[in-house]
Structure formats: structure tokens, C-alpha cells
């Protein structure tokens, strides 16, 4: 079984930074596919960044590139998200995914596991 714990979400002001971290444990494929997404009330859950099942390219929603950063600790199995300049509308729950050989990455219907979500919120 595998197991995924987002931690680092909390409560950060307009142009604030925060770095969410995944961990997974338990027995998964050696080549997989990380990614995260993000879900506001109301609203269908959307790709954020991933890491394709290869480890050799990221993707990032139009959203959050050049503010977001995926990386990742293959010895610690810890997928990283460094978020630089929040906006209110980065507001939501953010979850980790895991998946095998994902093509389409921005798909989460793709994704085999989930993390239990890590609540983001920036103040105007």
C-alpha cells in the first residue's frame, strides 16, 4: 500500500512564499509519476506542477510558472513544492498524486494515489 503525507500549507499574505514537501512510503515503482494538484471549494481539482515518470522533465500549469518550483529527494522518496509570490487565488487544497507511466501529467484522473491534501490560503 502506498502512502502519501503533504505537510508545509498554512496561512501566508499576498507576494509570501511557502514550501509544501510529499513523502511517500510503502512499495511503488521505481519510475513513477509525482505531481501536484490543487482543488478550491467549488471548483474541479487542477493540475499544479509534475515530474513525468522518466524523472528528466517537469511540467507546471500556465498558473504558477515562473512563481512554482517542483523538486524532489529521491533518497528521502520527497517530492517538493516551493510556491514564491502567492496570489489569493492560489487559495485551495493542495494534494500530491502519485501514478505509473502517466502521459498526460495534467490529467488526475491519471493518478493512482493521494495524499490527504494540505490547505493553502494567501490574504489579500
Known amino acids: 500500500q502506498v502512502q502519501l503525507v503533504e505537510s508545509g500549507g498554512g496561512l501566508v499574505q499576498a507576494g509570501g512564499s511557502l514550501r509544501l514537501s510529499c513523502a511517500a512510503s510503502g512499495r511503488f515503482p521505481s519510475r513513477t509519476t509525482m505531481g501536484w494538484f490543487r482543488q478550491a471549494p467549488g471548483k474541479e481539482r487542477e493540475f499544479v506542477a509534475a515530474?513525468?515518470?522518466?524523472?528528466?522533465?517537469?511540467y507546471y500549469a500556465d498558473s504558477v510558472k515562473g512563481r512554482f518550483t517542483i523538486s524532489r529527494d529521491n533518497a528521502k522518496n520527497t517530492v517538493y513544492l516551493q510556491m514564491n509570490s502567492l496570489k489569493p487565488e492560489d487559495t485551495a487544497v493542495y494534494y500530491c498524486?502519485?501514478?505509473?507511466?502517466?502521459?498526460?501529467?495534467?490529467?488526475?484522473?491519471?493518478?493512482?494515489?493521494w495524499g490527504q491534501g494540505t490547505q493553502v490560503t494567501v490574504s489579500s
Open positions: 515530474f513525468n515518470w522518466s524523472g528528466g522533465s517537469t
Open positions: 498524486g502519485l501514478g505509473g507511466r502517466i502521459v498526460v501529467v495534467t490529467n488526475p484522473k491519471l493518478y493512482d494515489y
